[in-house]
Every structure is written in structure tokens, then in C-alpha cells.
């Protein structure tokens, strides 16, 4: 009977034979690519509407714009439309200022419980939109904190379970460039915060009827510190229809609320504009509170 006798294998031949094995895989992997070239459809653009009026008295604004197909960097605007709003006794005309850019003239403001409807004639087309223009309810001013080494405010982008939806804007400015030490926390700043040396800063955020699960774990809060005595600070509310508030939750679900185990299934982003068009038209009530940081 013969005895069997194990053969050690150096180390350094192991180690070799590993990296001949790596290297092997790798040439494999590489020789194996193969480049294809997607065929994109294209398709016919869609007018693309971003508009909104308010019980302010100013001029109104509506953008419109077009769909593009995919791999293009810009969308063109939709120039020389008719484009009106109107009430029920009453019928703006608007001026196109800039390229897709449409006003009304500074005199009108919305009022609540009216319905508005807005009309565009553009490249042999005609579409409308219309939205309620409902109700805000009267708020307590943003609570700025004592922090270090001035007064800070606790920002959040999505704010859930509250009574109703709305819209939110504030401004921190000051007569005179803000100082250099208004900073963000280290997250860094969030969507919907913008900073002008000039102006302060531009917070936007909306509050939710309800919870959210795909979006409540996408934003933290972020502090923003070094607001002082002299900081004017404005704070507007706006209020949202029903279906104004569902485009908006519809963008956010396609949007900012996704990456996350909780994400939706895709879907298309609602419209109230007529006629194949996308994007939205809406009324909202605003109240505006001001003050001085201490």
C-alpha cells in the first residue's frame, strides 16, 4: 500500500498564480465590450407651461417652454404666443418681455374663491388651464434660534403631517451685503435654498397633509447660523388648491423623493393644461410677515 504525500506550494508561486488569474479576468472582461449605438425616438414637442397668480398686486408671470429630446442641454422657449388669464368678468392680456416670458400689466391681484383660467394660441394651438384660487390661513413667524456666534435657523426642505399643503419663501436680507460668516452647517446647502452676497439668503420649502414615507428620509434638517441684529427677514405663505398641490407631489416623487428603498413607481407628473401640454398653471392666496433680527 502506497502512501500519499501532500506537496506544499510556495507562497510566491500562490501570490503569482492569484495575479495571472486577476489579470486574466480583467483582459477577458475588457475584450468582451462592445459598443452599441441607442436609437432614440424622437418626437414632436410639447409645450411646456409654468405659471402662477396671486393676490399680490404686481405682474403675474407665465413661462412657457418645450420638450426636447433626450441629449439635447436646452430647452427652447415658446415665443410669440397669445397668452391671456381671465376670471369670470375679466380678461388679461399678456406681454411677452423676454423669450417665453409672458407678464400682465402691475395692477391686477387675484381674489380668493375665483377661478382662473389661463389661454395660450402658440404654433397653430390652442390650450387652456384653470385653477381655483383658494384661501391661506394666518401662521406664527419662523422661530430663529441662539446659536453660535449669532441667531440660526433650523431649515427643512419637506416638513410632513400638517393640516394643510402649502407653499413656503422667506428671504434673510440686510441694507448693506451680508458679512461673511452666514454660512451653512457642514450638510452643506439643500434644494431649495439659494444665496446672493447681495440679497441673504432664499429659502424654499413646502409643508404636507401627510406623511410621506418616500420622501421623509430623503432631507435633514440643516442649520444655518450667523444671522444678526440688522437681518430683515420675510416670510410668505402660500396657499395650494387640491390639484395644485398633487402636481407638486407628483414632481416630488419623481424628483427630489427618490434614491431611497421607499421609491414610487415612475409615473407621469400631472398637468391641468389642456391639449397634450405639460406643466401647471395655479392660483394661490399669499400673506407675508416681516421682521428685524434683533
Known amino acids: 500500500m502506497m502512501n500519499a504525500k501532500a506537496t506544499n506550494i510556495p507562497l510566491r508561486i500562490?501570490?503569482?498564480?492569484?495575479?495571472?488569474?486577476?489579470?486574466?479576468?480583467?483582459f477577458i472582461t475588457l475584450?468582451?465590450?462592445?459598443?452599441?449605438?441607442l436609437e432614440v425616438e424622437?418626437?414632436?414637442?410639447?409645450?411646456?407651461?409654468?405659471?402662477?397668480?396671486?393676490?399680490e398686486r404686481k405682474q403675474h408671470e407665465v413661462r412657457l417652454g418645450q420638450t426636447a429630446d433626450y441629449g439635447l442641454k436646452e430647452y427652447p422657449p415658446a415665443t410669440n404666443a397669445f397668452v391671456t388669464i381671465s376670471d369670470?368678468?375679466?380678461?388679461?392680456?399678456?406681454?411677452?418681455?423676454?423669450?417665453g416670458v409672458y407678464i400682465t400689466d402691475d395692477s391686477i391681484a387675484g381674489e380668493v374663491g375665483k377661478v382662473y383660467t389661463l389661454r395660450i394660441a402658440w404654433s397653430g394651438n390652442v390650450y387652456q388651464a384653470m385653477d381655483t384660487l383658494p384661501e391661506v390661513t394666518d401662521f406664527e413667524p419662523i422661530f430663529f434660534g441662539e446659536g453660535f456666534p449669532?441667531?440660526?435657523?433650523?431649515?427643512?426642505?419637506?416638513?410632513?403631517?400638517f393640516s394643510e399643503a402649502n407653499r413656503w419663501e422667506q428671504w434673510v436680507t440686510r441694507t448693506e451685503p451680508l458679512p461673511g460668516n452666514v454660512n451653512p452647517s457642514s450638510l452643506g446647502q439643500q434644494i431649495g435654498v439659494s444665496f446672493d452676497i447681495d440679497n441673504g439668503y432664499v429659502f424654499n420649502w413646502f409643508t404636507h397633509p401627510k406623511i410621506e414615507v418616500s420622501g421623509v428620509f430623503q432631507f435633514e434638517e440643516t442649520h444655518f447660523?450667523?444671522?444678526?441684529?440688522?437681518?430683515?427677514?420675510?416670510?410668505?405663505k402660500f396657499s395650494l388648491s387640491d390639484?395644485?398641490?398633487?402636481?407638486?407631489?407628483?414632481?416630488?416623487?419623481?424628483t427630489e423623493w427618490r434614491g431611497s428603498l421607499f421609491d414610487t413607481e415612475p409615473?407621469?407628473?400631472?398637468?391641468?393644461?389642456?391639449?397634450?401640454?405639460v406643466g401647471f398653471f395655479g392660483a394661490s392666496a399669499v400673506i407675508e410677515k416681516t421682521w428685524m433680527l434683533n
Open 14 to 26: 500562490c501570490k503569482l498564480i492569484i495575479k495571472l488569474c486577476f489579470i486574466f479576468i480583467v
Open 243 to 254: 390639484q395644485h398641490y398633487a402636481f407638486w407631489r407628483t414632481v416630488f416623487l419623481e
Open 225 to 236: 447660523y450667523g444671522f444678526r441684529g440688522g437681518n430683515r427677514v420675510a416670510q410668505r
Open 31 to 37: 475584450a468582451c465590450q462592445e459598443i452599441v449605438d
Open 267 to 277: 409615473t407621469n407628473v400631472i398637468t391641468n393644461v389642456s391639449n397634450g401640454a
Open 88 to 99: 369670470e368678468n375679466n380678461t388679461f392680456q399678456m406681454s411677452e418681455i423676454s423669450d
Open 42 to 55: 424622437t418626437s414632436a414637442p410639447l409645450l411646456v407651461v409654468d405659471g402662477l397668480i396671486t393676490t
Open 150 to 161: 449669532n441667531e440660526d435657523f433650523e431649515f427643512r426642505r419637506h416638513q410632513f403631517g
